[in-house]
């Protein structure tokens, strides 16, 4: 995609502290919740939104870097960053408010090179020694705000994906891979979360999906701030050690646990009388 990024108008919508349904926000997973896994979103999902923000805030919150969500979620030369309120990209490391950024945090600066190459060797290491039925290339992809491990490799087309997704549910690849982590390094303070099809998020502990409510909270203190007292959040991965579990699990959050693009939006419209 070349040139500049067209922007949603957002005064199409009401002001945050003006939306209908007041002091609410509905957060969303991205893979397996708005999109299927690390494919576009449908023209209905997103139309479907469009509709939802006109009567409360929305989000998504997906452990992904921006780049990746601007591919699934963007559309057509369509900024991503416009077509949501909150825009949450790796757990909310990297974070935009009405499209504009927010402070951000970053993996090496907080675990240091020496650490991190260690893990990093490790993983190749592991990896190396694994016999899958293919592997493809990107195994280590470094972030801002986390490392994503993938034993297949970032590489793998969507139908080697959809195999492997197969393969690990038998063989318990990735689980067996985050124990052995936990194992070698149990004093780095790391959080092993198993997601999508083919990897797993490596992040410091509480840097899970949980870390972008500071933002939501943040409002509050804003002039004029909205104080959200209810917190929506659809996603798939909601079981223990799945990406969606802590903040499916929070105290502040209510949790909707959703199997499909399509789910999300049959909950949607019934929620919201969409």
């Given amino acids: 995609m070349s040139g500049p990024l067209a922007e949603v108008d957002t005064n199409a919508f009401p002001p945050l502290e003006k939306r209908p349904i007041a002091n609410t926000i509905c957060l969303f997973d991205v893979d397996g919740t708005l999109t299927p896994a690390r494919r576009d979103a449908s023209v209905e999902m997103l139309a479907l939104l469009s509709q939802l923000r006109s009567k409360c805030a929305i989000g998504y919150v997906g452990g992904s870097d921006l780049v990746k969500q601007q591919e699934q979620l963007g559309g057509p030369g369509i900024s991503v960053t416009s077509l949501f309120d909150f825009c949450f990209a790796e757990n909310g490391l990297t974070a935009f408010r009405l499209g504009e950024p927010l402070a951000s945090q970053s993996f090496i600066t907080w675990l240091g090179e020496e650490k991190y190459q260690r893990l990093a060797n490790f993983c190749l290491r592991y990896i190396a020694d694994l016999k899958l039925p293919v592997k493809r290339g990107t195994f280590v992809e470094f972030r801002n705000g986390m490392v994503n491990i993938s034993p297949v490799g970032r590489n793998a087309s969507v139908q080697e994906r959809h195999d492997y997704e197969a393969y690990d549910k038998i063989h318990g690849i990735r689980t067996a891979f985050v124990e ?72 502040r959050v209510i949790g909707h646990a959703v199997e499909s693009p399509d789910d999300t939006m049959r909950e949607l419209k019934k929620l919201f009388d969409l």
């Fill in 180 to 251: 052995a982590l936990k194992k070698e390094f149990p004093d780095f303070g790391l959080t092993y979360s198993i997601g999508g099809q083919i990897s797993f998020d490596v992040f410091p502990h509480g840097w899970d999906k949980t870390y972008c409510l500071q933002h939501i909270e943040a409002e509050s203190k804003r002039p004029g701030g909205v104080t959200y007292k209810t917190i929506h959040f659809f996603g798939d991965k909601t079981y223990k050690g799945g990406n969606d579990y802590e903040i499916y699990t929070d105290s």
